[in-house]
């Protein structure tokens, strides 16, 4: 019996570890974690408490379910969950239907590995072959899940008044409402 296992799980570790470096340096652009500069001592030109720097950043973690490297890690451990908290039912569904397909077929691969080698049937190279496709698929699920999680998770408060529109001669009618007063 011949199990080559090393190089599926060297470059599924190496694709986690890239997509960890990938996260930590994210981090960086998170708006949440930016502290606000520090005010001046003399307060006796401020009336009222200034709340230009710090309303944005309280509001906004109040709205916010979670930050978007919260969101990202979920769906990296749970393909969907990131979206889920962030209400995108249908996404999420979708991500967890791809993990589930993908899990299914590993499994149902891997008794036909061990079928053809209790057999010593020739087409066990191609049968691995196919266990590492779908390996990969898995991954790439987790990946672009995560991703999408972290986007999503940025565009949580973009105005939703988006508007698409198929006009009778064969073009497309695209709008969008912008806020342009104060909040």
């Known amino acids: 019996m011949r199990r080559s296992g090393g190089p599926a799980v060297r470059r599924s570790i190496f694709a986690v570890a890239i997509a960890l470096l990938v996260a930590s340096s994210l981090r960086a652009q998170d708006s949440l974690t930016a502290r606000p500069p520090d005010r001046p001592t003399d307060t006796t030109q401020y009336a ?25 890690f979920r769906s990296f451990l749970i393909p969907g969950w990131g979206q889920a908290v962030y209400g995108r039912r249908v996404t999420a569904g979708v991500m967890m239907g791809f993990e589930g397909l993908s899990l299914g077929m590993l499994l149902k691969v891997k008794s036909e590995l061990d079928q053809i080698e209790e057999t010593g049937s020739g087409r066990w ?3 691995r072959q196919e ?9 790439f699920n ?4 995560g991703l999408d999680a972290y986007v999503s998770s940025h565009l949580y408060d973009f105005p939703g008044d988006l508007e698409l529109q198929a006009l009778p001669s064969g073009g497309m009618r695209f709008g969008v409402t912008l806020p342009l007063g104060p909040r």
């Open 125 to 127: 190279r191609a049968k």
């Open 142 to 145: 987790h990946l672009m899940s």
């Open 48 to 72: 009222a408490p200034s709340t230009r720097y710090a309303a944005p950043v309280a509001s906004d973690s109040l709205r916010r379910p979670t930050t978007p490297i919260g969101a990202m």
């Open 131 to 139: 266990q590492q496709d779908w390996f990969t698929v898995l991954i």
